[in-house]
């Protein structure tokens, strides 16, 4: 079936280094590739998407490329803030296995001191 | 605000209550979701619902009980809930058999079984 693997956190960062979470997926076919951000006491929002090979997503400054080749999609962002600080999920649906269910990875805390 | 909304926030229960959360989307999506998610753990899939199926998780515990009147509403009716089962459950929705869209999420309901 299809899954997700993300690095285990928590990554704790200074304001304004690089961020890199990595983020590596088996499924069949071309699924859709996410991540998710969620904030305390919040449920999940759609940070960006790809969905097909060599797609980049991006939005508030965080990126991600569809690599199909080494089944990735890592999540980079160039200057953290503190308020960037939250949980970050990667997921995907819509493999040729035929599941519209997303299926997640097990979340990257990221925790940023000024 | 993500066009999911559920109620209440915050719940807490004795284990000998029945309640019921209450999900809602007017987003035109025709899945639902409930996730559980519990401190240190992934997000579980409880239950789903869309126009084709409804998909169990077979390790869910037979005291929670879904209920979707219609593709806008989704229930999950609780009784002799266990204080393990605390935990914030997160309904979500999403395009179903257009697995390359992504889920919406509520803000979750934070569920306290004393």
């Known amino acids: 079936g299809d899954s997700v693997t993300q690095m285990e956190g928590p990554v704790t960062l200074s304001e304004e280094a690089f961020l890199t979470i990595n983020c590596t997926y088996t499924a069949t076919g071309y699924p859709s590739l996410f991540w998710y951000v969620q904030y305390p006491g919040e449920g999940l929002q759609l940070l960006l998407k790809?969905?097909?090979?060599?797609d980049k997503g991006s939005n508030k400054g965080f990126e991600a490329t569809y690599r199909k080749e080494t089944t990735s999609f890592h999540l980079e962002k160039g200057s953290v803030q503190v308020s960037d600080s939250a949980v970050y999920f990667c997921?995907?649906?819509?493999?040729?296995?035929?599941?519209?269910?997303?299926?997640f990875g097990r979340g990257t805390s990221l925790i940023v001191h000024p | 605000e993500t066009g999911v909304t559920q109620t209440p926030r915050h719940l807490v229960m004795g284990m000998t209550n029945k309640k019921s959360l209450k999900c809602e989307q007017h987003l035109g999506h025709n899945a639902m979701y409930w996730y559980k998610q519990s401190a240190k753990k992934p997000l579980e899939l409880m239950f789903v619902y869309s126009l084709e199926e409804r998909v169990e998780n077979n390790s869910v515990p037979s005291r929670f009980s879904p209920e979707c009147p219609n593709s806008s509403h989704l229930f999950l009716h609780l009784h002799t809930l266990q204080p393990e089962d605390s935990a914030l459950y997160l309904c979500?929705?999403?395009?179903?058999?257009?697995?390359?869209?992504?889920?919406?999420f509520g803000q979750g309901t934070r569920l306290t079984v004393v």
């Open positions: 997921a995907l649906s819509g493999s040729s296995g035929g599941s519209y269910i997303p299926t």
């Open positions: 979500a929705s999403s395009y179903g058999r257009r697995g390359n869209t992504e889920a919406f």
């Open positions: 790809a969905t097909k090979a060599d």
